[in-house]
C-alpha cells in the first residue's frame, strides 16, 4: 500500500522531536504518577495506582480444593503469564507493522544519540567522534564556544535527569526527591542514580547507534520483524522517477543510522524517521521528492526490475 503522510514532509522532523519529547515525558512521569512501578521496599509491583496482586497466598490458604486449585491456575495465567506474553509481544508486533517506526520516533535513547550526534557535526564537523564518514554533512559552526558549553550542559544534566527517572522505577519518587533535597542517599537509590547515569554518558559519547544496530534487543526485534514482513512500514524511492534523482546525496547525509535510502532495498537499520524525504523535498520542491512511507512492497512492485539501481539524471 502506497501512503502519503498528510502533513507536510518539511514538518517531518517537527513532529518527530515533539513525539520523541512527549514520549521522555511518559517515561519519567509513569512512576511519579504510579502508572507503572515496582517498589522494592514492599515487594510490590504498582499498576494504575493498585498494587497488582496475584491473590495466590490468599487462595492457597482459603481453598484446597480441586475447584480452588483450578481457580488458583487460571488465576496466575491471567495476573502473570498472560501480562508477560503481552508485554513480549509488544516489539515484535510493532516491527511486524510499522518496521522500527519506534526507534525513530519515540525510543528516548534514539533521541539522546540524535542529539549527540548534532552536538558533535556542530563541534568536529562530523557524527562520530571516531572520524569523519562519507555521508557525514559539511556543516559550519561559528560558535563552538556555544555549543560546546551546551555540550558539558548536557552531559552533565540529561544523564542524572535520566538515573533519578529510571531509579523512580524501583523506588518511591517522594523518597528519591526527599533524599535528593536533604543530599543523604540510601545505597539503592545512590547505585541506581550513578549507574543509569554512567551507562547513558558512556553509550551517548562512545557508543550511540551501534547500540541501535547491533545491542538493543527491542531495536533486533523489531529489525527481524520488520524485515520478514511483507506489511510493515517503510520507506521507498519511487523507482518509475529515478531518473529525477539530481545525485546531490542529501538522502543519504540526512541519515544518521548510514542507510543508503537511494538503493531502494529493505534496510533493518532503516528506523523510518524520514530525513530522507525532508533532504529530497529540499533538493526537488516540496511534495516533489522521489521518497515516500509505504506499508509492504505494492506501490514498487511494478518496478522491480529497476529497484535498487540508482540512475541519476546527470550521468
Request: glycine share 8%.
Amino acid at each position: 500500500m502506497y501512503y502519503k503522510s498528510s502533513m507536510k514532509t518539511a514538518t517531518l522532523t517537527t513532529y518527530r522531536r515533539i513525539t520523541q519529547v512527549l514520549f521522555i515525558l511518559f517515561i519519567f512521569l509513569m512512576p511519579v504518577l504510579n502508572i507503572f512501578r515496582y517498589d522494592t521496599t514492599t515487594h510490590e509491583l504498582i499498576l494504575f495506582g493498585n498494587v497488582w496482586g496475584l491473590g495466590l497466598r490468599e487462595g492457597f490458604s482459603s481453598d484446597h480444593s480441586m475447584a480452588g486449585s483450578l481457580h488458583i491456575l487460571v488465576q496466575f495465567f491471567l495476573k502473570a503469564i498472560l501480562p508477560w506474553l503481552f508485554i513480549l509481544a509488544i516489539f515484535p508486533l510493532l516491527g511486524y507493522f510499522t518496521g522500527r517506526f519506534f526507534c525513530g520516533w519515540l525510543c528516548p535513547e534514539g533521541a539522546l544519540f540524535e542529539l549527540s550526534d548534532f552536538l558533535t557535526l556542530k563541534l568536529l564537523n562530523r557524527r562520530s567522534p571516531y572520524g569523519r564518514r562519507p555521508n557525514d554533512p559539511e556543516v559550519t559552526c561559528t560558535n563552538k564556544i556555544g555549543y560546546g558549553l551546551i555540550a558539558l550542559a548536557c552531559a552533565t544534566v540529561i544523564p542524572v535527569l535520566g538515573g533519578v527517572a529510571l531509579t523512580g522505577y524501583f523506588v518511591a519518587s517522594k523518597t528519591i526527591w526527599h533524599q535528593i533535597s536533604t543530599w543523604s542517599f540510601t545505597f539503592g537509590v545512590k547505585a541506581g542514580i550513578i549507574g543509569v547515569s554512567i551507562y547513558m554518558l558512556i553509550t551517548s559519547i562512545f557508543v550511540r547507534h551501534v547500540l541501535c544496530r547491533f545491542v538493543c534487543a527491542a531495536g533486533l526485534m523489531q529489525m527481524l520483524l520488520g524485515w520478514i514482513s511483507p506489511v510493515s512500514l517503510r520507506l521507498r524511492m519511487d523507482a518509475a522517477r529515478i531518473s529525477a534523482c539530481t545525485d546531490c546525496k542529501g538522502c543519504d547525509k540526512a541519515c544518521f543510522m548510514n542507510v543508503t535510502p537511494r538503493k531502494n532495498k529493505r534496510d533493518i537499520s532503516c528506523v523510518n524517521c524520514g530525513a530522507c524525504i525532508e533532504a529530497c523535498n529540499r533538493e526537488l520542491g516540496e511534495g516533489k521528492g522521489l521518497f515516500h512511507f509505504e506499508f509492504g512492497d505494492g506501490y514498487a512492485s511494478p518496478h522491480k526490475k529497476t529497484a535498487g539501481i540508482f540512475q541519476p539524471k546527470n550521468t
